[in-house]
């Protein structure tokens, strides 16, 4: 049972894009044109970067926490992803819904808890929002003050349109310390190459990024599935 050291591998695949602008535009703009381009391209990389990390397939990409095999937590080993399930096929049960997210929380052990947090999208959060306890209190905490986030039963939420919605068998709920479960391998960040000569009179702005992501702790991160097995 000593621990041992193994090495993991997480390649890094390109991102790039090369958007164009007049020269004359942007020296006579009244707008930065360069930095608005740059914000944007910022932008559409994060996006794809955050798909890739959820649903990621990993050919040319991140593998995604998601598509890692799973299995059900009562027999979860290595190498997979445990999830409990609801018991009701593309929903909550009707009877203490709410005791499936207690059981989730506890499904993951007790030192990666204390920096944990659920990650769904923005339907799912909607249906856990009306959630109550048996005294009508709604799990769903606001922000206490302006900077803070709401919490589920006392932890943060992370929103991500592409977690799945509530469906038969949908994994579309998670909780885990995700800084330890999932590494993101980021390297240099953005580059940007000024191209004022290869395609005049456009100025070519050729933007490259590296990153890759996968599973690096199994047992950090828990799902739940919307099924009966």
Excluded: C
């Amino acid at each position: 049972t000593t621990a041992t050291l193994a090495e993991m591998s997480f390649p890094t695949m390109e991102l790039y894009a090369m958007p164009a602008a007049t020269a004359s535009l942007l020296d006579d703009s009244a707008v930065d044109i360069e930095a608005w381009i740059a914000d944007e391209v910022r932008t559409i990389f994060a996006e794809q970067e955050g798909t890739a990390f959820v649903t990621g397939d990993g050919v040319n990409k991140p593998k995604g926490f998601l598509t890692y095999p799973k299995v059900a937590n009562a027999t979860w080993s290595w190498g997979n992803s445990g999830y409990l399930v609801t018991g009701a096929a593309g929903a909550f049960p009707a009877a203490n819904p709410s005791d499936k997210l207690i059981d989730l929380v506890y499904a993951l052990r007790a030192p990666y808890r204390a920096n944990a947090h659920f990650v769904m999208n923005r339907s799912v959060q909607s249906a856990v929002r009306k959630l109550k306890d048996a005294q009508g209190n709604y799990l769903w905490m606001p922000a206490q003050k302006p900077g803070e986030q709401p919490t589920l039963m006392g932890y943060a939420i992370a929103e991500t349109e592409d977690m799945p919605d509530i469906a038969a068998d949908a994994y579309a709920l998670a909780f885990g310390d995700f800084s330890r479960g999932y590494l993101v391998v980021d390297r240099v960040g953005i580059r940007i190459l000024r191209d004022p000569y290869s395609s005049k009179p456009y100025v070519l702005f050729y933007t490259t990024k590296r990153v890759g992501g996968g599973m690096q702790d199994f047992d950090a991160i828990k799902l739940l599935k919307f099924g009966t097995v």
